[in-house]
């Protein structure tokens, strides 16, 4: 099996995992170590745990539990594609109603099967959606669907809207620098969850998106610029590399960072001919 790590944060660690075993191959048993959810993104395999016996196909989730054992089979068919949660305990904590982490497994359930494709959009690189952000709602999302309990939408009070603003002010002052949910909870003095939760409810984007829309708006505004390459511009608003910037940029903008500096300079006929696109 290939594992490759996508994320890594003292709430989570996320990878993608790529099993080629077929049905000759002798299935071996798996203890876990803690919670996790593997969403099943292609193929298929069988499960054996302590809450029964499961066929996996895609869009179903194998469920972890500390001390857990597992056992795997490809009887039908060869290979998997899973993406892989893997939760800490302060994050479980949190959550709530640990007896859900024992069902073993979920069928493929829409409420958890868009969560897991947009988490792997988000690890493609194709969502302002930050993939710890993903995580933590899927983690929540899974609780309250297993157990049946919906959590109920609490009211931000003064104090939760003013630190949701603090918040958002402090990530647009710190835009430019590495940022992701975990620091950004430590600044407003919340756990990642709550924190992703206060933020979402009181200004409609989650702290990700924020902070890649800041990103955008400084670039928009530097790019009026024709002294500042558009690479040098990328990474001073905090962009890991070029191609990403310029993929979120055409994505938000509908024109390519050096079309949109062109329409800022007067061309504004490329700007008219999206509008008429749209």
């Known amino acids: 099996m290939d594992a490759t790590t996508l994320l890594t944060t003292p709430s989570m660690t996320v990878s993608e995992f790529r099993c080629d075993a077929g049905p000759d191959d002798t299935p071996f048993p798996e ?62 904590e949190t959550l709530g109603r640990r007896e859900v982490w024992q069902v073993g497994a979920t069928p493929p359930l829409p409420e958890l099967m868009v969560l897991g494709e947009l988490a792997q959009t988000a690890a493609d690189g194709n969502s302002d959606l930050g993939l710890d952000e993903i995580g933590q709602i899927l983690a929540g999302r899974f609780i309250d669907v297993v157990s049946g309990k919906a959590r109920k939408p609490a009211t931000p009070t003064a104090r939760d809207r003013r630190r949701a603003v603090e918040a958002a002010l402090w990530i647009d002052d710190n835009s430019h620098a590495e940022l992701d949910l975990e620091r950004a909870a430590r600044q407003a003095g919340l756990s990642p969850f709550h924190f992703l939760r206060l933020f979402s409810s009181v200004l409609g984007v989650t702290p990700h998106q924020y902070l890649v829309r800041s990103r955008l708006r400084h670039a928009a505004r530097l790019l009026t610029d024709d002294d500042i390459a558009v690479t040098d511009i990328a990474y001073d608003v905090g962009f890991g590399d070029l191609s990403n910037f310029v993929r979120t940029f055409h994505r938000a903008a509908g024109v390519s960072p050096t079309k949109f500096r062109q329409a800022s300079k007067g061309q504004r006929k490329i700007l008219q001919e999206q509008l008429d696109l749209n």
């Open 31 to 92: 203890c876990r170590t803690g919670y996790s959810i593997a969403y099943v993104r292609a193929g298929s395999f069988g499960c054996h745990c302590r809450a029964g016996f499961f066929e996996l196909v895609a869009g179903s989730m194998l469920v972890g539990a500390p001390g857990e054992e597992y056992t795997c089979t490809h009887e039908h068919v060869s290979g998997d594609v899973c993406l892989g949660f893997f939760f800490s305990e302060n994050l479980v």
